[in-house]
């Protein structure tokens, strides 16, 4: 049995899915600070059964203690966190918090149970600004320059000073690159309970008019058409990725870093006519100045991950925004009785 902490959020839900559809057993454990019951029925109508779930804080060793006492798990991919930049700025403290402190309570009641295969959610944030692309492993960390950014790469100091202590943890430490899409059948994806902060999902909210218009953030950046480039990567080949690290990590004791990234790179003009191309839907635009603590470009290097675990990145960006964008359309006619929003039929 493999536990999924956050697996009620966006990418643990997908995480789960993957799990579930290869036959292991999912239990997930999440305080639902971030995500809703709603998307455990979600995961149950995608697989057609329902993960175990327990309610409850990383931060809580004693429900933890008893999770690891009551159940027979194998592994714990840790993907419970908070991950909005601008709040990690304004409440540092909440960020650490779950983020460090979570992690470190996570990791002792693991280290007692004896459970000692642990998938950690880290980010290409604690690369800082890396001028060096495209970004492999041995790319030094840099100086993450919010609150958020610094607990992750805290977090991986942590689980690597533990594995150092002891040989019998193995740990993985997956470096997301820009998680967008959604599951294929349109019924998984990302719920922002606030105003988004990332590229995607306000682009959705504004393709579907519940926001005016998308802010482009700087248009001066030394790259073809002076907007920022990313590496976006289908968030159903980053679960796969998961799913990879896990049996690796069976055989393989002490750290490893992997990025999980697809070696492209895309700049936000390009998201956005890419998904006008594929869904017909005109994105309207304001130009703006830079974002603070913004880079220009970050993408990965992903060899390791392909010669070290077979994981390649699969899906194109057509298909992250065609996803993302049936996701968006079931979740509005939720709350439309009538579907007002349809996905051209693409063929895909
Ligand atoms: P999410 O907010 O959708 O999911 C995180 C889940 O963790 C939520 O369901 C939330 O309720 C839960 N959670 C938060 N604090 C908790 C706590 N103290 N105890 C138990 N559960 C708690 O976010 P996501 O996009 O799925 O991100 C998952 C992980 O991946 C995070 O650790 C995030 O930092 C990391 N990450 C995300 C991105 C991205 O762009 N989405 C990029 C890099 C890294
Ligand atoms: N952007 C806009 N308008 C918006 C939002 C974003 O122009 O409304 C631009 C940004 O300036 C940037 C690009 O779109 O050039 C991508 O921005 P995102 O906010 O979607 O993603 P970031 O690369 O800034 O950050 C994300 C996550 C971080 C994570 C990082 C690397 O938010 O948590 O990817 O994994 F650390």
């Not at 159940?71 to 403290?93: M, N, W």
């Not at 918090?97 to 459970?115: F, I, P, R």
């Not at 998201?271 to 017909?280: H, K, L, N, P, Q």
């Amino acid at each position: 049995m493999i536990l999924v902490t956050g697996g009620a959020g966006y990418i643990g839900s997908h995480v789960a899915v993957e799990l579930m559809a290869q036959g292991d057993e999912v239990l997930i454990l999440d305080n639902l600070c971030n995500s809703s019951r709603g998307a455990l029925e979600r995961i149950a109508q995608v697989t057609g059964r329902m993960p175990g779930f327990i309610y409850a804080d990383i931060r809580n060793r004693r429900v933890l203690d008893t999770v690891f006492r009551d159940y027979p798990i194998d592994a714990v991919v840790h993907c419970a966190g908070l991950k909005a930049v601008g709040e990690s700025v304004r409440e540092p403290l909440r960020y650490y918090a779950t983020n460090v402190g979570g992690s470190v309570t996570l990791c002792q009641a693991m280290a007692d149970a004896g459970v000692m295969r642990l998938v950690f959610s880290s980010s290409a944030t604690v690369y800082g600004d890396c001028t060096q692309m495209p970004i492999a492993e041995t790319c030094p960390t840099g100086q993450p320059t919010n609150p958020y950014g610094q607990s992750k790469l805290m977090a991986e100091h942590v689980m690597r000073s533990m594995a150092a202590s002891d040989p019998r943890w193995s740990v993985g430490l997956l470096r997301y690159f820009n998680p967008i899409g959604a599951h294929r059948s349109g019924q998984l994806g990302e719920m922002p309970s606030q105003t988004p902060n990332n590229l995607l999902p306000y682009l959705l909210q504004v393709a579907n008019r519940e926001r005016a218009v998308l802010r482009v953030f700087g248009t001066d950046y030394p790259t073809a058409d002076g907007t920022g480039i990313r590496d976006y990567v289908h968030v159903l080949d980053l679960a796969e990725g998961h799913l990879r690290a896990l049996d690796y990590l069976r055989q393989a004791p002490g750290v490893h870093v992997w990025n999980l990234g697809t070696g492209r790179g895309h700049s936000v003009l390009e998201v956005v006519s890419a998904f006008e191309r594929v869904t017909g839907v005109t994105v309207p635009l304001s130009f703006e100045s830079r974002r603070a603590g913004d880079v220009a470009r970050c993408w990965a290097d992903p060899s390791k991950a392909a010669q070290q675990l077979g994981w390649t990145a699969r899906r194109d960006l057509e298909c992250m925004l065609e996803d993302a964008w049936r996701w968006q359309c079931y979740l509005a006619a939720q709350v439309e009785a009538q579907g007002l929003f349809q996905l051209p039929n693409t063929g895909r």
